[in-house]
């Protein structure tokens, strides 16, 4: 079965580059999405379709993907993005879910 | 403005059966270019996808829960459903629904991403 794997934690200072991982199999000639969870909240859409952002989504956040890893950049990086954050993919048929990423803003 | 909400009982006997109801409002279900899906998130642990169901029923689910899991749709109450049989610890999550996106990739048309997710429903597996 297909995975994606992400670090467990990465920690960023306040007004810096936030950057996290998501690596797969050929995962560059997928479609990746990001989710950003806060503590006792439901997941938020905040990149689609490798690097395109919702409505409502600030500008900070950015998304790439080429080769076997996407990524998740959050400039200038706020204490409001300390969060859970989740990449997800369609690969054989099946939603497959990274393991998740905590964002610690220090 | 979509919503979705999750409803169902919040306490289930292991071996005995699960079931949710997640109520669409704000739009329909019928529409063409989503699915509409069930994911769980165990106490501190990942998310993990359930299965997701089209408005004319056709589904996909996650091999390790296939055997256990019905999803079905009602289209006059504009809700969508999830069983899931033979419950253990193992299963007690909460559960979230949310709406999945369907596109065009490579000819191919596919889901792709989840919005919105409904505000998610405990469910507690114990005797």
């Known amino acids: 079965s297909y995975e994606l794997t992400q670090p467990p934690s990465v920690s960023v200072s306040p007004g810096q580059t936030a950057s996290i991982t998501c690596s797969g199999e050929k995962l560059g000639d997928k479609y990746v999405c990001w989710y950003q969870q806060k503590s006792g909240q439901s997941p938020v859409l905040v990149i689609y379709?490798?690097?395109k952002r919702p409505s409502g989504i600030p500008e900070r956040f950015s998304g790439s993907n080429s080769g076997n890893t996407a990524t998740l950049t959050i400039s200038g990086t706020q204490a409001m993005d300390e969060a859970d954050y989740y990449c997800?993919?369609?690969?054989?048929?099946?939603?497959?879910f990274g393991g998740g990423t905590k964002l610690t803003v220090l | 403005q979509l919503q979705l909400q999750e409803s169902g009982p919040g306490l289930v006997k292991p071996s005995e059966t699960l079931s949710l109801t997640c109520t669409v409002s704000?739009?329909?279900?019928?529409?063409?270019?989503?699915?509409w899906g069930w994911i769980r998130q165990p106490p501190g642990k990942g998310l993990e996808w359930i299965g997701s169901i089209y408005h004319s029923g056709s589904t996909y689910s996650n091999p390790s829960l296939k055997s256990r899991v019905t999803i079905s749709v009602d289209t006059s109450k504009n809700h969508f459903s999830l069983i899931l049989s033979s419950v253990t610890a193992a299963d007690t999550a909460v559960y979230y629904c949310a709406r999945l996106r369907m596109i065009t990739f490579g000819g191919v048309v596919q889901p792709e991403w989840f919005d919105p997710w409904g505000r998610g429903s405990l469910v507690t597996v114990s005797s």
């Open positions: 379709q490798d690097s």
């Open positions: 997800q993919a369609w690969a054989s048929s099946t939603v497959v």
């Open positions: 704000g739009g329909s279900i019928s529409s063409t270019t989503y699915y």
